[in-house]
């Protein structure tokens, strides 16, 4: 029941996180450097998997995406594939409810970097495309780093949202929350506690990594 | 050359709190642009960039339309080729002195975009620091390499927005002699903003003054600051004459250095400098007496004789512009101005203390 349990955590979490990573840092990138009028709204919107209870978000995903979910309907006829209780909708939960905080970190790592820097870019000639990867990214490499981190942990952590979509089918969609839950309520005590300390020596690596990487450094 | 006509209003709840409204042309050479804070002149600089859009107005250079309002053309800053330097250098902090400025470079493999990068860098004495990161410079190195960076993109103007004002003033000094050097070998017009009008006049072809937006008297530099058109540009200059010349001949013993200002010659306080250095002198414009008459030998070692061209008179301040070989501004009480009889045209002479002349450079 471990080892399962960590294998697909392992897979479901680093996909979220890889996922995430990009689209998170795509959204904060236009919230921090566009100005456009629902701004603070598609904001709160992108926040709001962090203030609900998991649950809720899992019971939206669901009517979103479920057999006759508002996308998941054509899913299921064009495909004869539904999205609820697979491994997929585990990364699609944990990936939606760390988003939140990919999207908070990356705004605030690419609006620290000074726009002039991206406007010698382009008055050297370079578009906005090579301006982001050549200037901006690396110049908000830290924060942005920092927001991966504690997104992967985030997502690590997922359980509400999780059982919703995705279930809690042992070697299938159980990740390791929901081994954990499952052990302690059939009295395993001794997996639970295994599980539990994984979890908690993560934990502390992930924030001893996100505290270095958002340090200010003494060159800045 | 570059032809501008800038209008663009600033507004806070609506209302107008800043119009900035100039015309001007920058020819080849060093242009400064001069003024107060909030007059308007990195809103200039940055309409050039492309980085602010006027409400009105064309930019061209040299035939090319950057910006023009009636026909709707606003050239991307990108597509510009303007270089801009900014007072405290930016220069990117993930890149060495040499990637930043190989970054400027085009098309070229990334060999030739390294030689190249170092060639600039060699033109400006920092090849030595080529593999050193931002953060492992001077101010005045890395001042030093945004300049070669932004001569790398091959600009067609070069915009540079108090690059100096940070720097030491040995370090500024020395820096300022190269920014000329550089605009002669580069030949693109430089336009140059500038707080200190000591480096204006050593630096500048030109200079452009600027007033709450407007462009109030423009001229050679060492004309505009000594001989101000009226109260605006006064207020806008300051009190100081600044003159340029070369160091002439020296009198150890008696304490005295002597000043060819190619219009007649000034004494000042000893110093070493070689013959035929390049200095700038200040002299504070209420520092000089005038009298109607040639006065009898006295203390004050300089005794310049010339004509008032023009009084310009600012509530109870009143400035003598005068022409005396060259030209000095002075200030003088509205009572001197009555009871001396000062206008126009008037013969005067101007008794100024060795020990009122500052050596600036």
């Known amino acids: 029941m471990i080892w399962p349990a960590f294998k697909l955590s392992l897979l479901v979490v680093s996909i979220a996180t890889v996922l995430i990573s990009v689209i998170g840092t795509a959204l904060g990138f236009v919230l921090a450097k566009r100005q456009f009028r629902a701004k603070e709204l598609c904001d709160a919107l992108l926040t709001l998997p962090m203030v609900l209870p998991p649950t809720v978000t899992g019971y939206y995903l669901i009517l979103l995406l479920g057999r006759h979910g508002l996308l998941g309907r054509y899913l299921y006829s064009l495909t004869g594939w539904t999205l609820a ?34 406007m010698v870019s382009f008055s050297l000639g370079k578009g906005e495309l090579e301006t982001f990867f050549r200037v901006t990214l690396p110049l908000a490499s830290r924060g942005l780093m920092a927001g991966i981190v504690l ?12 059982l919703m979509l995705a279930g809690n089918i042992p070697g299938k969609t159980q990740t390791m929350p929901l081994a954990i839950f499952e052990a302690f309520i059939s009295g395993e005590d001794r997996q639970a506690q295994s599980l539990a300390l994984i979890l908690t020596f993560t934990s502390i690596v992930t924030i001893y990594f996100t505290n270095i990487l958002t340090r200010p450094s003494k060159s800045a | 050359m570059l032809n501008a006509k800038i209008k ?22 060093i242009t400064v642009l001069f003024g107060p804070s909030g ?6 600089l940055r309409s050039i960039a492309g980085i602010v859009v006027p409400d009105e107005g064309k930019i061209e250079l040299a035939e090319r339309v950057y910006f023009d309002s009636e026909a709707g053309t606003n050239l991307p800053i990108q597509r510009r ?47 030595h620091a080529s593999d050193r990161r931002p953060q492992q410079l001077s101010g005045g190195e890395q001042q030093r390499v945004a300049l070669a960076r932004a001569l790398g993109s091959d600009p067609a103007i070069l915009l540079l927005d108090e690059p100096l004002s940070a720097l030491d003033s040995a370090t500024r000094l020395r820096l300022l002699g190269e920014i000329v050097d550089l605009q002669r070998k580069s030949r693109i017009p430089f336009l140059y903003i500038t707080h200190s009008p000591a480096d204006a006049v050593r630096a500048g072809d030109c200079a452009l003054i600027l007033n709450a937006g407007r462009i109030v008297q423009e001229g050679k530099p060492a004309e505009v600051f000594n001989a101000p058109r009226d109260a605006a540009v006064s207020r806008a200059v300051g009190s100081e004459n600044i003159l340029a010349g070369r160091v002439r001949d020296h009198n150890e013993r008696e304490g005295i250095s002597v000043i060819d200002l190619e219009g007649c010659d000034l004494l000042i306080p000893y110093n070493a400098l070689p013959k035929s250095t390049q200095v700038t002198i200040g002299i504070r414009s209420d520092d000089i007496i005038v009298s109607r008459e040639r006065i009898g030998p006295t203390s004050a070692r300089n005794l310049l004789e010339g004509t008032i061209k023009q009084v310009v008179q600012d509530g109870q301040q009143v400035d003598l512009l005068t022409a005396c070989g060259v030209n000095l501004k002075v200030r003088v009480t509205a009572q001197a101005l009555h009871a001396l009889d000062l206008r126009p045209g008037v013969k005067v002479y101007l008794l100024i203390k060795a020990s009122s002349c500052h050596l600036l450079s």
Do not use: C
């Open chain 2, 8 to 29: 663009k209003e600033f507004r806070t709840n609506g209302r107008v709190t800043f119009a900035l409204d100039a015309s001007f042309v920058v020819q080849q050479g």
């Open chain 1, 151 to 162: 997104s992967f942990a985030r997502a690590l952590g997922e359980f509400g949202a999780t």
């Open chain 2, 39 to 44: 007059s308007g002149k990195t809103t200039i």
């Open chain 2, 81 to 127: 080729r303007i270089g801009f330097v900014f007072q405290d250098y930016l220069l990117f902090p993930h890149l060495t002195a040499a990637q930043n400025v190989a970054y400027a470079i085009r098309s070229a493999t990334p060999k030739g975009r390294r030689a190249r990068a170092i060639e600039l860098l060699d033109l400006l004495g920092i090849a």
């Open chain 1, 85 to 118: 209780f697979t491994w997929e909708a585990a990364v699609v939960a944990a990936g939606v409810m760390a988003l939140p905080i990919m999207v908070k970190s990356a705004r605030a790592a690419l609006e620290s970097v000074d726009p002039r820097y991206e």
